[in-house]
């Protein structure tokens, strides 16, 4: 009998605020449960004081914990309690029988070890994508894309740099003309043929000596490329048909779809990152196109090789390029790294001087 009395004794679960039905007025309560009832008394009320809210733990609405949001409870007659009180509502739900789901994302709120294998989860995901879906979908979409989305891109990519770094060419104008001469001899023995390519000189500021190629096949040329170069006009068609090499290979194209896709992965791993940095994630693909793995640059070098010979010229002028760049810049071999612009020179030489030996004694067999 003891034993049954303790069980039906009122027990104090948590301290809080009670709203009556429809209105606004907070009242400072306490909730009590008594075998299956749910009680709400004033906070200090009189054992003789009757009650606010009456109900039962199987009918009562209980909101789910969410961090420490002030947990509500709703009774049948719509007034409502609520505390910030979480130990006491889940004792109070444990009273129910019911845990809910509430208790089980609060867990995993606090279980901190779940969240870092759900990070690295994540991060071997998109790293997978990276490494070998992002390279297919880049393949797909270079074979599916029409001649005319590279040349809006290349329109657009012009007009920026024009807009920010790029000023108008200062080159004599007998000094164009030889390269453009000799620019146009290149492109009639290239892929696309003598319309398919456009040469455009600027003067590079920041940019400095280069020379880079946009999708559609327009190539710029700074001024700063040519005084490197000096007199020797072959080593500016060598530059220039290593740009060819870009254009034909499609290396401007595949960039601007991988900067894309990565950004298009960040954003989709980060969500919402906000109008400056998407706008930094997408213009700056543009941007992005204008740099090569050493795979794509050694395939210009090649390429550059091989139309400098078939078009009579010098196929070593590339290589002497890279020895007068080095003079220019004051660095020496030693001092190129793979995060350069045009990595490791010293390695590309070699290769140009080897492809060059080739390309003769093929030449050489064909007499």
Known sequence: MASDARASSPERIAEGVWHPPRSSEAIKAEIWVQGDSVIVRRTGAGAGEAALALGFLSTIEVSSRVGNVPRRIAFSNGSLFETPDNAGIDLLLQKRGSNQAGLFVHGLERFHPRLIVFVVAVFLLATAIYRFALPALVEVAVLVTPDVVPQAMSVGTLKSLDATVLKPSQLPEAKRRAIEAGFSELA??????????????????????????????????????VDVAGDDTDMVLAVLA?????????????????????????????????????????????????SYSREAESEADHYSVFLMTKSGRDPLALARFFTALQEKLNVGPEETSMFDTHPGMPDRQKMIEQWAREAKEAKAETK
């Open 242 to 290: 290593h740009e060819i090499g870009h254009v034909d290979k499609k290396h401007s194209l595949r960039q601007i779809y991988r900067a894309a896709g990565t950004a298009g992965l960040i954003m989709l791993i980060a969500g919402d990152v906000g109008s400056a940095a998407q706008d930094v994630l997408t213009n700056g693909a543009a941007l992005l196109s204008l």
């Open 188 to 225: 009639r023995r290239a892929d696309r043929g003598t319309g398919g390519y456009s040469l455009n000189f600027r003067e590079g500021g920041a940019i400095g000596p280069n020379a880079f190629a946009l999708p559609s096949g327009t190539i710029i040329l700074t001024d700063e490329l």
